[in-house]
């Protein structure tokens, strides 16, 4: 009884070593040689200090930037450590409300733009931290981020095409466009 108690020990000893050391260090590691951008969170830099991920979508609410998708995190939109939907059901009216409210503010924020609002700025993602929306959703904002800021309608086009990315491998997903990254474009472009 006692050698299977001590050979189950030396097991469970040896298994955490490799499953909980050995392994996690040599994953971390070839992580840090292959993809190190990535491993370290696909930080995006200016000025020497990290302002977001281009994984990780941030708030914005002026007029001269583009809007993301909405966040349902909690306590505050885009918390990467509350990850996760807003679980409301498509016939909750709690989903039917939160989605004419941000129809709502995004006619309210250009009046003029009579086109048809994007779903994704009106519905949160599964993770609730989307850092894209979709071209039709950058789109439909240019025409209110050129008059804030004072743009030309081609120019801030121009800058939607460069943050752009296409499908994965040109056949997986969908078009997205890096909110952020747009958003710094904008910031440069007008300095």
Do not use: C, H
């Not at 924020?109 to 048809?116: E, F, I, S, W």
């Not at 997205?176 to 007008?190: E, H, I, Q």
Request: aromatic share 6%; hydrophobic share 45%; glycine share 10%.
């Amino acid at each position: 009884m006692s050698r299977l108690i001590r050979n189950a020990l030396v097991m469970l000893l040896l298994m955490t070593v490799i499953t909980g050391i050995a392994y996690p260090l040599v994953v971390t590691g070839l992580a840090q040689v292959l993809f190190p951008s990535q491993a370290d969170g696909s930080l995006i830099v200016k000025n020497g200090r990290p302002i977001g991920s281009a994984l990780i979508g941030q708030s914005f609410t002026s007029p001269k930037y583009f809007w993301g998708r909405l966040s349902a995190t909690a306590p505050a939109p885009y918390t990467a450590t509350a990850s996760s939907p807003s679980n409301l059901g498509p016939t909750n009216p709690a989903l039917a409300k939160a989605a004419s409210d941000r129809i709502a503010a995004l006619r309210a924020a250009d009046p003029g733009n009579t086109a048809q609002v994007p779903v994704d700025l009106v519905t949160a993602s599964g993770s609730g931290l989307d850092a894209e929306i979709s071209p039709a959703a950058a789109e439909y904002q240019a025409g209110r981020v050129a008059r804030a800021r004072g743009l030309p309608r081609d120019r801030v086009d121009e800058l939607i095409a460069g943050a752009t990315r296409g499908r994965q491998w040109g056949l997986f997903g969908e078009p997205g466009v890096n909110v952020l990254a747009l958003n710094m474009a904008l910031d440069s472009a007008v300095k």
